[in-house]
Structure formats: structure tokens, C-alpha cells
């Protein structure tokens, strides 16, 4: 039962993760490879204010927020601005630039160490210790992130965010600030994704730079691959997919050793179909397709 | 208001020593309906890129009310009233053609945070609104029809209506229609015309590229004719289809 609590929470954690990328992603239409300094931005936020502040869990979550915020602003402003072939360049660059970030500056990060001993969240007087409760918190956080990217994506801003997925020329034309949308979009969306790495950070305790390496950026997109980007259900089957699908290779009885390699092969080979086969992923609209014709 | 609505002046633009663009000046008044016709090449459509900020010309000026438009970016030209169709029609294809329409309406409060988020009743009255008016627009261009299909299935036609539509929504004084009656059914070709006749009525100045002579006597007040980035004759329509520069052009 504690093993499908942790399996549950891991999912929670990674919808978090995969219907905020999706924002970018699938109604942007950018391909970000940068999503995991956001997550690791909010676990490093939450465990140095609980850690080295002592402040309650509450100002650990706005912190977070408030940093990825600032983050993604100072990292989407210049490379949004670029063609979209090179944000993915330019995520790429965000990414390696974070993991030594994590990994060189012990003073705040714990370096290669990382922070131990994080406290688990603790609200108007109750700590959080038990799998339950750390659920039904993941499942606040991932409820609070499907509302506001559903009310962000139907309504007005969503259909703005349409049309400079298919035609940046012609919202242009119709007095739509492009880069103004996509730096919104951005910032939201790393906003987001601190909340994953909050509640990572307080339900694992421990926290190394390893968690938010470039594999976990790729890990959420192909979360968006496999579910389909563009739709709201699909990055949370994506999440779930992947997430127990590997868990569940762990009972096929193969030696540790062989495991490991053998769930990375399996990886390998779904995303390839996928590709060929269902470029929309499960349940999405659009092909998983960076370059769009866009004279 | 008496001077001109749009005021271009000595404005040149080249790309890699080619020249699009060579001193180029024109004035447009209010509610006028000028032709700009000439030759493939000419800079016609150049001419509507630099006005809409889609090119930067290296010298010259472009007035609207007296604003300069030169380094301004497309967004914030057609905030200021002026909208454009393209040649190859541009729509947003995945969305139906009432949401394109509902895409083209200015300042929505619910393409901002705030009022989306925390001013929902605003934001829900502003959209309904804007429902009516795209429909009521939808209605002028014949379209109520298709109002929920996606806007791919229209015919081109029917497209290059739509994407007139969509400027309406604007509140544009001032459009800029780039072939509005290319490669269409003659049938629909009328049925264009009726709406750019009505949207003149209306008392919206407009300036047409088009190759269709018959359409441009028909329709505009006063002929441009371009070639080679230069503005080579201006005047009525008769005036200029008999100029012999015109004709040579035509003939050459």
C-alpha cells in the first residue's frame, strides 16, 4: 500500500510537471528543454527556506513560485524573442547552466551533496508526515495547476495562443503582442512546475542536483509525446503512463542489472513509435511537430 | 479632419542591393478608395509590408493622424486602426470562423491575467459581447452559416471574406486589401466587390492591390500605378489606364 502511495504521489508530482510544460508545448507550440530548473528551482527554493530560514511551508511554496517566476522571466524575455528552431537551442543552454548552478554553489545548494534532512510540510500546526496526507497535497497542487491552465488555454489568451501556434504573421497582423503572449506563457508555466518541485522536495527530504538534470526535462516531454500535447487530459495520461510503466517492469522478475537497461530500451523504442506511428500522442490534437510553416 | 489619413513620404527600402522600394510618396484621405496596381514586382505589396511594419524602409516617413508608423511593430500598427488581408488569404485555420473573427477584436480583457483570473464577470460580458458584434460582421460578409465550422473547409473565397471580416473586427479606419478578388469564382468575385463597395459606403478608407483592371476602375476613386519601386503615375482611373507609361508597362 505504501509502495502505490509513493507511486501515486510520483504521478501527481510528474502531471504537475507535464500539464505545465504543456502550456509551452502544446499551445505554443515551443519546445522547451529547460522544465526541469524550474521544477529545481522550487525544490531548491522550498528547502533552503525550510532548511536554512526556518520559515513555515507556506512561504516556501510562494518563494518557489516567485523565483521560477522571476526565473522565467529573465530566461524567456531574450530567447523567445529568437526564432523557434533556436529556443530550442537556447532551453538547452538554460538547462546546462542551472545543473552546474545546483551543483557548484554548496552554500545554497548543498553542491553535489544536496540538502538533506527537509522537513515534511507542515500546515497551521499539523506536519504532513504521512503518504496520505502528502497525496492529497500533490493532489491540490496538481488540481490547482489543471484550473489554471484550463482557464488560461479556454478563453481568450488560449485562442490568441492558437493562432501564434499556426500563424504568427497573421496575430501579428491583428494587433496580438506575440512575444508579450509567449513570455506570459513561459512565466506561467515555470511558475507551475516550482509547485512540483516543492512538493518533491518536502516529500523525498532529500534533494541533489541529479533530480533536475536535462533526462528529466526529456522524461516530461515525452510524457507530452506519448499522452499528446495540445489537449488537457493528455499530459496527465502521459504522466501516468510513464511513470508506473517502468515501476511495473520492476515485477517482470529480470536481474536489477538488466532492468535498469532494459526500461531505458523500452523507453527508446515507445517514443519511436509514437513518433512514426501516432505523432498526436494518445489524446492530443496536434502532431508533436516543432517546425510549422511560417513564412 | 482635413489633411490626409495616411501620409507616405520619400520612403525607399532595398533588399541586398535589389531596390523594392525608391522614393516612394503617396497621400490617402479619409474615405477615399485608392488602387495600387502595377506589374509583378513592382513593390506593391512591399509598399503594404513598410506601412505595416513588417519591413523597415531605410529612409522616408509614414504618417497616420500624424504618427509615424516607421519602426513600429505590426501589433501596434494595427492597434492604431489599420488592418491588412494577405495575398495567400492568412486565417488561423484550426479555429472556427467565428473564433477567428472573435481573435481580431482590440484590448479583450480575457488576453490579460488579471481580469481573466479575478474580473471574470467583465471578462464573460466583454466576450459575449464581442459574440454579437462577430456575428452581426459575420452577417455583412454572408458567413453566419459557417459561423462554427472550422475555417479551413471555407472555400477561398469564402476565406478571403472571412479574412476581411477579421479586419472589421479591429475597428480598422484605414485596410489594406492585398488581392482581395485573385483566383476566385466570378460569382464570388461580385460578391467581394459587394462588400468592399458597402465597407466604402461605410465611410472606410481603403487601399486595393489588384490586377483585375475591371475591378480597379470599378471600385477605386484613384489609381497608383508602381513599377520597379517606383510610383510612376497617379490620377483617376481613366487618366491613368490611358497613360502611355501605363500602357507600355502593361505591354511590355
Known amino acids: 500500500m505504501e509502495y502505490m502511495l509513493h507511486i501515486a504521489i510520483l504521478i501527481g508530482i510528474?502531471?504537475?510537471?507535464?500539464?505545465?510544460?504543456n502550456l509551452v508545448v502544446g499551445h505554443l507550440g515551443l519546445v522547451s528543454l529547460a522544465h526541469a530548473v524550474f521544477y529545481g528551482i522550487g525544490a531548491y527554493?522550498?528547502?533552503?527556506?525550510?532548511?536554512?530560514?526556518?520559515l513555515p511551508f507556506p512561504c516556501g511554496v510562494v518563494s518557489a513560485i516567485l523565483l521560477s517566476c522571476v526565473l522565467g522571466v529573465l530566461v524567456g524575455a531574450p530567447s523567445l524573442r529568437v526564432r523557434d528552431e533556436y529556443f530550442v537551442i537556447t532551453?538547452?543552454?538554460?538547462?546546462?547552466?542551472?545543473f552546474s548552478v545546483f551543483n557548484n554553489w554548496p552554500q545554497v545548494t548543498g553542491g553535489p551533496l544536496g540538502l538533506p534532512g527537509i522537513p515534511p510540510p507542515g500546515l497551521l500546526g499539523w506536519s504532513l508526515s504521512s503518504k496520505w496526507a502528502i497525496l492529497v497535497l500533490t493532489g491540490l497542487f496538481c488540481l490547482s495547476t489543471l484550473l489554471i491552465a484550463h482557464r488560461l488555454v479556454h478563453s481568450p489568451f488560449g485562442r490568441v495562443l492558437k493562432a501564434?501556434?499556426?500563424?504568427?504573421v497573421f496575430a501579428e497582423a491583428h494587433g496580438k503582442a506575440i512575444a508579450h503572449f509567449k513570455i506570459v506563457t513561459f512565466v506561467i508555466s515555470a511558475g507551475l512546475a516550482s509547485m512540483a518541485g516543492v512538493v518533491y522536495a518536502h516529500y523525498i527530504s532529500f534533494i541533489d542536483p541529479t533530480s533536475f538534470t536535462l533526462m528529466e526535462s526529456i522524461l516530461v516531454i515525452s510524457m507530452l509525446i506519448i499522452g499528446g500535447s495540445g489537449s488537457l487530459g493528455g499530459p496527465f495520461l502521459g504522466a501516468i503512463l510513464l511513470v508506473a510503466l517502468p515501476e511495473a517492469l520492476r515485477f517482470v522478475g529480470l536481474p536489477s542489472g538488466v532492468a535498469a537497461n532494459v526500461r531505458q530500451v523500452f523507453y527508446g523504442i515507445l517514443l519511436v513509435l509514437f513518433m512514426v506511428f501516432r505523432p498526436q500522442g494518445l489524446l492530443g490534437q496536434y502532431a508533436f511537430d516543432a517546425a510549422r510553416d511560417k513564412a | 479632419m482635413s489633411g490626409p489619413l495616411l501620409k507616405i513620404a520619400h520612403l525607399s527600402k532595398r533588399f541586398d542591393g535589389i531596390v523594392a522600394l525608391s522614393n516612394v510618396s503617396l497621400s490617402v484621405h479619409p474615405c477615399e478608395v485608392v488602387g495600387l496596381i502595377g506589374p509583378n514586382g513592382a513593390g506593391k505589396t512591399t509598399l503594404f509590408n513598410a506601412i505595416f511594419g513588417f519591413i523597415r524602409p531605410e529612409s522616408g516617413e509614414i504618417l497616420f493622424r500624424d504618427q509615424n508608423l516607421v519602426g513600429k511593430r505590426p501589433s501596434q500598427v494595427a492597434r492604431l486602426g489599420i488592418a491588412r488581408t494577405f495575398q495567400d488569404v492568412r486565417l488561423i485555420h484550426h479555429l472556427t470562423v467565428l473564433e477567428n473573427v472573435l481573435l481580431c477584436f482590440q484590448d479583450q480583457p480575457g488576453?490579460?491575467?488579471?481580469?481573466?483570473?479575478?474580473?471574470?464577470?467583465?471578462?464573460?460580458?466583454?466576450?459575449?459581447?464581442?459574440?454579437?458584434?462577430a456575428m452581426a460582421l459575420l452577417a455583412d460578409v454572408e458567413l453566419t452559416g459557417h459561423a462554427d465550422e472550422c475555417a479551413e473547409v471555407l472555400s477561398y473565397g469564402q476565406q478571403k471574406l472571412l479574412s476581411i471580416a477579421c479586419c472589421l473586427a479591429g475597428h480598422a479606419e484605414l485596410l489594406l486589401l492585398d488581392e482581395p478578388v485573385a483566383g476566385v469564382a466570378p460569382q464570388m468575385l461580385e460578391r467581394i466587390l459587394g462588400v468592399i463597395h458597402a465597407l466604402s459606403h461605410d465611410g472606410k478608407t481603403i487601399i486595393i492591390i489588384e490586377h483585375n483592371m475591371d475591378v480597379i476602375m470599378q471600385t477605386c476613386g484613384r489609381i497608383v500605378f508602381m513599377a520597379a519601386g517606383e510610383k510612376v503615375a497617379e490620377g483617376p482611373p481613366d487618366a491613368v489606364r490611358n497613360d502611355p507609361r501605363v500602357v507600355a508597362a502593361y505591354l511590355e
Not at chain 1, 510528474?14 to 510544460?21: E, M, P
Not at chain 1, 527554493?45 to 526556518?54: G, S, T
Not at chain 2, 483570473?117 to 459574440?131: C, D, G, L, Y
Open chain 1, 45 to 54: 527554493a522550498a528547502a533552503f527556506v525550510a532548511l536554512r530560514l526556518d
Open chain 1, 14 to 21: 510528474y502531471s504537475i510537471l507535464a500539464v505545465s510544460l
Open chain 2, 111 to 133: 488576453e490579460r491575467l488579471a481580469p481573466l483570473f479575478f474580473q471574470q464577470k467583465w471578462t464573460r460580458t466583454v466576450e459575449t459581447a464581442n459574440r454579437e458584434k
Open chain 1, 164 to 168: 501564434i501556434r499556426e500563424d504568427e
Open chain 1, 91 to 98: 532551453s538547452f543552454a538554460c538547462q546546462i547552466i542551472a
